[in-house]
């Protein structure tokens, strides 16, 4: 047995062929992980009531703790062992990644030394903050500009507040500018005057403005007033009030972002909404038989 693998306490896993092969037969959960989190580290320190190590074995693969025990798709749970037949169901990874941070959550305190570098970062969303967060550790000294009103991207303004609270996202975010990173937010570079004037005051320039666009169809119609894209609808009703009341609402799909429309419009004034999907249930995405159930609650038609 490899001492790197089977040693899961150690914060690096060796890239060998055979040690990950080791992983995938022997730690399923975390080898489904796509970031490779020390899934039975940080739950046998929950088990031993230790939610701060708990939070800090997270926080070595993933800064958002907070906000992944609470939307991550959870493929770790597919992976898990003790839901295969006959073993009973697997288990609720993705909760307790949540109490680790809900409950261990603490300031990061490191010793950073300077190094005399200044990196700008344009755009505050999962994959900006993360490269901050590393660059900062390194030693840099990171400026992030952000065209919002605040950080997060995606995790602030892609999802509905009643799923992932704004102040998980900020408590989060702040993990980050704990260690001296500085982001102004309201703060568009939308040219390449802006570029090249933000290239002379920086060593290094990188450009994380994410895709914050639309899957389109190519269907007519759907230019007419009162049809809305999901991402687009999904940001309007996160940036802003936007009422539909008494609208009647029909969604068209049924993945994440098509039950999160739903349950918004429920939540904003629709009088009626129905989702409608080309496939059976089976094939939708959704967190679990709960969320299926909210839906009934709400009155939405599926």
Known sequence: MPDVAANTSLPIVSTDVLDRRWIDVNIPCQAACPIMTDVPGYIEAILNADFETAYRINRLDNIFPGVLGRVCHRPCESACRHGREGLGEPVQICFLKRSASDFGMKPVDLDIDANGKSVCIIGAGPSGLTAANDLAILGYQVTVFEQYEEAGGMMRYGIPEFRLPYDIVRRDVKSITDLGVEIR????????????????????????????LPTRLDLPGLESDGVYWGLD?????????????????????????????????YRIGAASTTIAYRRTREYMSFSGEAELEHLHEEGIRL
């Open 185 to 212: 937010t309201n703060t568009r570079i939308d040219s390449w005057e802006a570029l090249d004037k933000v290239k002379k005051e920086y060593d290094a320039v990188i450009v994380s403005g994410g895709c914050m």
């Open 233 to 265: 609808f999904m940001m309007r009703s996160n940036r802003e009030t936007l009422g539909i009341h008494p609208k009647n609402v029909v969604v068209i799909g049924g993945g994440f972002t098509a039950l999160d429309c739903a349950r918004t419009s």
